[in-house]
C-alpha cells in the first residue's frame, strides 16, 4: 500500500493562499491517480480536485478557478495550489492515491481560512 504524507496545511486569511503538498512512497507513482479530499467539520469528505497520469478532470465547482493541482512524477508528489481562500474552504485535505484496485489516504492536513 502507497504511503502518503500531507504537508502545507495552516491558518490563512481570507483571500489568502496556500500550497499542500503530498508524497508518494511508490515507485510507479506516475501510473497512479491521485486526488485531493477535503472534510468539513460535520460535513461529509469530497472531492475537491483529481489528476491522473495524463491529464486533469473538472474541479469542485467551489474550487473552480481557485485551486490548481497538479504533479510532479519524478519527486512523487502531488501539489494543491489554493488561491482566494475562502472561510468555507476550511477542512482537514486529505491526498487519495488509486492503482487499479488499489486505494490509499494520507493522514490530512487542517487548512483553516480566519480573519
Known amino acids: 500500500q502507497v504511503q502518503l504524507v500531507e504537508s502545507g496545511g495552516g491558518l490563512v486569511q481570507p483571500g489568502g493562499s496556500l500550497r499542500l503538498s503530498c508524497s508518494a512512497s511508490?515507485?510507479?507513482?506516475?501510473?497512479?491517480?491521485m486526488s485531493w479530499y477535503r472534510q468539513a467539520p460535520g460535513k461529509q469528505r469530497e472531492l475537491v480536485a483529481p489528476?491522473?497520469?495524463?491529464?486533469?478532470?473538472p474541479y469542485a465547482d467551489s474550487v473552480q478557478g481557485r485551486f490548481i493541482i497538479s504533479r510532479d512524477n519524478a519527486k512523487k508528489t502531488v501539489y494543491l495550489q489554493m488561491n482566494d481562500l475562502r472561510p468555507e474552504d476550511t477542512a482537514v485535505y486529505y491526498c487519495?492515491?488509486?492503482?487499479?484496485?488499489?486505494?490509499?489516504w494520507g493522514r490530512g492536513t487542517q487548512v483553516t481560512v480566519s480573519s
Open positions: 511508490t515507485a510507479i507513482f506516475s501510473l497512479y491517480a
Open positions: 487519495h492515491a488509486q492503482y487499479h484496485s488499489q486505494t490509499s
Open positions: 489528476i491522473t497520469s495524463r491529464t486533469t478532470t
